[in-house]
Structure formats: C-alpha cells, structure tokens
C-alpha cells in the first residue's frame, strides 16, 4: 500500500526567504505527482504537475523535482510571500490516475510579514 | 483548467439523518472520485463514481453508508448516511482530467450534532 510522508509538518519563517517542501512515497511505480496549496476552509488548488517521465515542473516562483527511483518529490518556493502561507500537499496516483491519489498529511507553512 | 462545483458548501445535521453532496465538473473530466477530509487530517479516497453503474469503493469505505451516483459524465452525488458525529469531516469531490491533473472542488464542511 502506497504510502506518502512530508516533512516538515510545520514550518514558519520569515518573508523573503526560500524554503523547500519535501514529499516521500514508498511505491516507486506511480504515474504522477501532484502538489497543492489548502487554505483554511477551503477546497484544494492545484499547483504543479509532475509525470512520472519528467523531472521537474516550473510556475512561476515555484518548483518541483521529482526523483521516482528513489521516490521523493520536493517543492522550492523562491522569495516567500505571506500570501504563501498555507498548507501544502503532495500526492501520488498510479494507473493512469484511475486509482484517485493518495496523499501526505501536508506542511502548514506560516511566512511571516 | 477543469471546473467544479459542490453544494452544499456546509451543513449541520442531526444524528442519523442523511445528507447528499451534488458535484458538478465540466465536460473535460473523464473520471470523479470522492475524498473525505477528517478534523486536523489529509485526504482520504472513499470511492471512484462509476457513470451509470456502481461505485468502486476504498478499503473502510461502503456502500450502503455511502451510497454514491454518477447518472452521466459531468455529475454525481453522494449520501452520507445514518450520520454520527464521527462523519463530521470536509467531503470533497475531484475530477481528473485528460492531462493526469486532479481538480478539486471547494468541499463540503459537515457537522454532525
């Protein structure tokens, strides 16, 4: 059974700064990897997609490399924001995405103004 | 990127009383799924809805608590049934569309009394 980690669970720091979120799943064989931003009562938005053929994805200050044999993803936000402060998620499918994705418990992450 | 509506947004309901979640997607989405969202916890898949046929269920997960339809392509609901507080949670509706991506709907918070 896939299982995903993140780590950290939390993390706070001040503006400016460039942070990187890490992701681990246990079951190598996915067919990609998906990273989202919660805020507090709302639903899941999307922020970068990542096939299990590539090895990153870029938007705007944010990227992700994803590194499938040793099954870890990270997520780097340049120059941090306070309207960055969320939780963020990663998650993995396999088969084509027709199992649905299973997902880490996130990293609350708090930029401070 | 894919559309999707939920409603209701929120609900409160009285011990073993049933409540059914509408999600709307628009035509670009192939597969829907139904993920539940516990108190201060991540993501967890209940079931893939089936167009015109039954549901595919997760492990812990059953139909007959929650019952789920997909009449055609772009909608689906599902009852949570004979409620108990324990069913409080976010339940949220996903669509995957042709690229790999899942998109999310806002959710619905439930509050069981």
């Known amino acids: 059974k896939q299982e995903v980690t993140q780590i950290p669970a939390a993390l706070s720091v001040p503006e400016g700064e460039n942070l990187v979120l890490n992701c681990s799943f246990t079951?190598?064989?996915?067919?990609?990897l998906q990273w989202f931003r919660q805020d507090p009562g709302k639903g899941l938005t999307s922020l970068l997609l990542i096939q299990s053929s590539q090895r990153e994805q870029t938007s705007g200050r944010l990227n992700a490399s994803l590194d499938k044999s040793s099954g870890r993803s990270t997520l780097y936000i340049a120059a941090s924001q306070p309207g960055d402060s969320a939780t963020y998620l990663c998650a993995v499918s396999a088969r084509g995405g027709a199992d649905g994705l299973t997902f880490g418990k996130g990293t609350h992450l708090i930029i401070q103004p | 990127s894919a559309v999707i509506s939920q409603k209701p947004s929120r609900d409160i309901c009285q011990r073993g009383t049933s409540l059914t979640i509408q999600c709307q997607v628009d035509?670009?989405?192939?597969?829907m799924f139904w993920y539940r969202q516990q108190p201060g916890q991540s993501l967890t898949l209940i079931a893939t809805?089936?167009?015109?046929?039954?549901?595919?269920?997760e492990s812990g997960f059953v139909i007959d608590k929650f019952p789920i339809s997909r009449p055609n392509l772009t909608f689906s609901t599902l009852t949570v049934s004979n409620m108990s507080p324990e069913d409080s949670s976010i339940y949220l509706c996903?669509?995957?569309?042709?690229?790999?991506?899942?998109?999310f709907g806002p959710g619905t918070r439930l509050t069981v009394t």
């Open positions: 809805a089936n167009q015109g046929s039954e549901a595919t269920y």
């Open positions: 079951d190598s064989a996915i067919y990609n």
């Open positions: 996903s669509g995957l569309a042709p690229s790999g991506e899942q998109y």
């Open positions: 035509s670009q989405v192939t597969m």
